[in-house]
């Protein structure tokens, strides 16, 4: 299932797919997928400073050059990009600390991830 991140703008900025969970031949995470764009800009607050992983995160698409520059705003992964968690990857391509990334990636249809795979139903 495919799913989307949007910015504060309401501006579509990442494509994703979870892995599937019950498959032995990919990992448990999230798949950011190739022409999805990360925010070159970044609000550093304490907890910013707090979890290195964001800018770790951030520093290896750059230096690996899974990304080039799109605009003076955001730039462009030219390859998918695997993280651990939604919430790990929307950090690092939103540019701030979210807590609900969780409810922030919503299909075609609006439901998030979080009504899909979380919620009892």
């Known amino acids: 299932m495919i799913f989307y991140l949007k910015d ?3 501006e579509i900025i990442a494509t994703a797919k979870l892995s599937d ?5 990919t990992r448990k995470g999230i798949l950011i997928l190739e022409g ?7 609000k550093e607050t ?4 707090d ?3 964001i800018e770790e995160s951030r520093q290896m698409i750059i230096d690996k050059e ?6 003076s705003t955001h730039y462009a992964l030219n390859k998918d ?4 968690s939604p919430n790990r990857a929307a950090c690092a391509l939103l540019g701030y600390i979210t807590t609900a990334a969780w409810h922030e990636f919503v299909n075609e249809e609006g439901l998030s991830m979080h009504q899909i795979y ?3 139903k």
């Open 8 to 10: 504060k703008s309401g």
């Open 21 to 25: 969970e019950n498959s032995n031949k």
């Open 36 to 42: 999805s764009k990360m925010s070159k800009a970044k």
């Open 46 to 49: 304490k907890k910013w400073v």
């Open 51 to 53: 979890c290195p992983w």
């Open 66 to 71: 899974l990304c080039n520059s799109l605009n």
């Open 81 to 84: 990009v695997f993280f651990s």
């Open 118 to 120: 979380r919620e009892i």
